[in-house]
């Protein structure tokens, strides 16, 4: 049987490669000189991880300075898992080094980090070379998710761990030095699939939906849809305190846009939002048990929606905000928590640009498959979306990153990469 996560964009690349003196299309803006990493699953040739999230953490680099395109490099994190074929669950419990930290790649207090929400953060150096498991100094005795959220004000990273026992779910807080400095438990009656959440300036925002996990389920990733646990989306004082729950129609959601307060003290949410149905497709086909050889791969169908969250009265409103298919939300994440004008999305092809005050899109075809666009604000910016936008796109086997301009989508340059990038999940542009 062709399974989806070794065909096609997510079929895995078999080795570790450098490439210098990029070839670039159009004009690279000089101000972009750093690095741009971007993580997702690679399995090594001839293993079959069971499901497209159990592949190992390869991060693809491409280093851009003045205006060049200096190298490409992609790495393999790794882990206890890759190194020595550790197991995650074994007969004394979870081994939370033996992961595969293939979601998403950030930096903090300039330490870089390859994370998985299921295990311990991986450091990286700036070349790729995997340092270690990173506990804070035994203080972190959770899973860190692979989505959190950076304080535009303090500095500070907030994020959470969830497992599959009690605890079920812990925040923590690590200081803009990165100490570890707060965790307390956000109580949930189960094992969900909490991949990610927001913040805003007063609370924070968990997503306790019907995705759980049960091992006599069995497979390579024992989680399903289930709506006998419920839905619904919680606000916790970022001061502490009890956690408000909001019941939800039943849905899942990978990831979330931005939030915040309005005027009347609400908390807004967009995200991309998966019904039960299309949730319980899409987790079939990256499971291995649809042959994509036979039948149609499943296309993005999560849709962008809006839930309002009123604290003082306790109810709440959900609406959607389009119908087109798409995922991986990105914004200025300087506005993290303060509320946004502008939200970027990617469908199969193209770039979405929503404006949330005349309720407006703009799209853009790149041509090809498209990546996660991550937004990099200007020097001396002047406005939320005076920017560039950062993607792998790949096509007929080709894969290259296009710089775009944020404002109206148009691309400024194109840096020819010297192989196919597989279809990942998440990255990070690292300023010098």
Known sequence: MQKAYLSGNLAPVPDEIDALNLPVEGTLPPELTGRYFRNGPNPRPGEDPGHWFGGHGMIHGIRLREGRAEWYRNRWVRTAKFTDGADFIGPDGVNLTATQANTHVIRHDGRIYALIEVGLPYEMTPELGTVGPVDFGGKLTTAMTAHPKADPITGELHFFGYGFAPPFATYHRLSASGEL????????????????????????????????????????????????????????????????????????????????????????????RYAPDVFASLWEEISGRTDVATHATTRINAALHRWVLDPATGKSAEEPLDDRGIEFPTFNEDRMGLGSRYLYTVASREIVKYDHLTGSAKTIDTGGHTGEAVFVPAQGASAEDDGWLLSVVTAEGDSRLVVADAWDLATVASVRLPRRVPAGFHGSWLQD
């Open 181 to 272: 400095v707060e965790s307390r438990e956000i109580e949930v009656p189960g094992a969900t699939m909490m991949h990610d959440f927001a913040i805003t300036e007063n609370y924070l925002v968990w997503l306790d939906l019907p995705v759980t996990f049960d091992l006599n389920r069995g497979g390579g990733m024992p989680y399903a849809f289930d709506e006998k646990y419920g839905a619904r989306i919680g606000l916790t004082s970022r001061d502490g305190g009890v956690t408000q729950w909001f019941e939800v129609d039943p849905c899942y959601v990978f990831h979330v846009g931005n939030a915040w307060e309005d005027e009347e003290g609400r908390v807004v949410l967009n995200a991309a």
